[in-house]
């Protein structure tokens, strides 16, 4: 028998950055601000018993109202052979693991399933057949409660950014390029994180995943984004893959390496949506940029033009700093800065000053992250 049994951990808070475009050339930096999307509430919800033919007994988990609910599991016991299923509202089967996934993809004090929109979750025990008379236990000890969806959200100027399916039409490398960025939510809290070449490797933050965090903890969600350029607000499904572990990251230069977790990432699922190559070159002031984005944790928007619909660019170069004029706001965290011409990412964006949106540059980053790519080559772009 296979089982596993974790205990609670100490909510971390995300500060999560973004601002608008216009730019100026003044003061302090803006500090991360964080964007919350959900309420952590604690719970004591068990599901166990023993294991009978044609018996698949559930539980079902709600909150009236709520936007998606996500399950964390303090304990979980089951036998080989047995495994848990979490369905929304309509029957639908969003997400299931067995022990070994849990023993794989567990943080400090428990397991975090994938989150299930909507405002209920049926939780199912399944199995097999050949552990009749097995023991199993479940424990969820607490909830994620989703708010309404997050809208209204100010930029300073008109704000430029476009839906991926409108700049489909007119740059489709582009649109390609940007399926690796992929929406994070953890600790009820939503930022941006982006697939770095094409071995396991991701990239956002420090500030989103800090070096007491871990990254079993989050949810990755890929491809959520409107499904049409107009007229509808239906969004496409998208893949959620759990976090991985922590590479090696920097408060300073703001920056978190990590991985998503090796069962899923080697399913194959999200090598669909490609990955971003590495520019490590100087960067120069005017350079045309892009960036894709899950602003306020909202589905991807992409900022290619500013005010003055020219091609945002980089306005300014302060130390590691890289400025530019494409438009972001909280969530945007993380975000990769993209080469219009190269389609690299060259600057990883995080923060705000003074109307204006900056970043640190990638050359500053590869010398540390370069040890973790494969005979230290920087990373080229899934075509």
């Known amino acids: 028998m296979r089982s596993t049994s974790l205990f609670r951990l100490s909510v971390a808070m995300l500060s999560i950055a ?35 033919p044609g018996y698949f007994p559930s539980t079902v988990v709600s909150r009236p109202g709520a936007t998606f609910l996500r399950l964390h599991f303090s304990s979980v016991y089951l036998p080989e052979g047995a495994w ?5 509202a309509s029957g639908e089967v969003v ?8 023993a794989s993809g567990s943080g400090e004090d428990g397991y975090y399933a994938k989150s299930v929109e909507g405002d209920a979750t049926t939780v199912t025990v399944r199995h097999d057949g050949s552990n009749t008379g097995r023991a199993f236990a479940l424990v969820v000890d607490r909830v994620d409660v989703g708010f309404a969806p997050i809208t209204g959200f100010a930029v300073i100027g ?21 399926q690796a960025v992929a929406r994070v939510y953890g600790s009820g809290y939503v ?3 982006w697939r770095v070449g094409a071995e396991n490797r991701m990239l956002t933050n420090h500030h989103v995943i800090g070096n007491q965090q871990n990254p079993a903890d989050f949810e990755f969600w890929f491809g959520y984004e409107h499904a049409a350029c ?4 239906a969004t496409t499904q ?23 977790n090796d069962a899923e990432f080697s399913s194959g699922k999200v090598a669909r949506y490609g990955y971003l190559g590495l520019d490590v070159t100087p960067l120069a002031v005017g350079q045309p940029v892009y960036i894709p984005q899950h602003g306020g944790g909202r589905p991807k928007q992409i900022a290619r033009t500013d005010d003055s619909q020219r091609a945002c660019s980089i306005a ?6 890289r400025r530019y004029t494409c438009d972001t706001e909280g969530g945007s965290s993380g975000s990769p800065v993209i080469d219009r011409q190269s389609h690299r990412a060259r600057v990883l964006h995080n923060s705000a000053i003074a109307g204006s949106n900056q970043g640190n540059a990638i050359e500053v980053i590869w010398p540390t992250i370069r040890p973790y790519f494969a005979n230290g080559q920087v990373p080229s772009g899934s075509n």
Not at 25 to 36: G, I, N
Not at 230 to 233: E, L, R, T, V, Y
């Open 18 to 52: 973004g601002a608008a475009s216009s730019f100026a050339e003044t003061a302090e930096p803006t500090l991360p601000s964080p964007v919350r999307v959900a309420d952590i509430e604690e719970a004591r919800q068990v599901l166990s018993g023993w294991l009978a």
């Open 84 to 88: 848990v299923e979490l369905a929304n």
């Open 95 to 102: 997400d299931q693991f067995d022990a070994n996934d849990v």
């Open 158 to 178: 008109a704000d430029q950014r476009e839906r991926p399916a409108c700049v489909l039409a007119t740059d489709a490398t582009m649109y390609r390029r940007s």
């Open 191 to 193: 930022a941006t994180a």
């Open 230 to 233: 107009g007229g509808s607000d």
């Open 238 to 260: 998208g893949t959620k893959v759990r976090g991985g572990q922590r590479l090696v990251g920097d408060a300073g230069r703001d920056f978190q390496l990590f991985t998503l």
């Open 316 to 321: 300014s170069i302060a130390g590691n700093m």
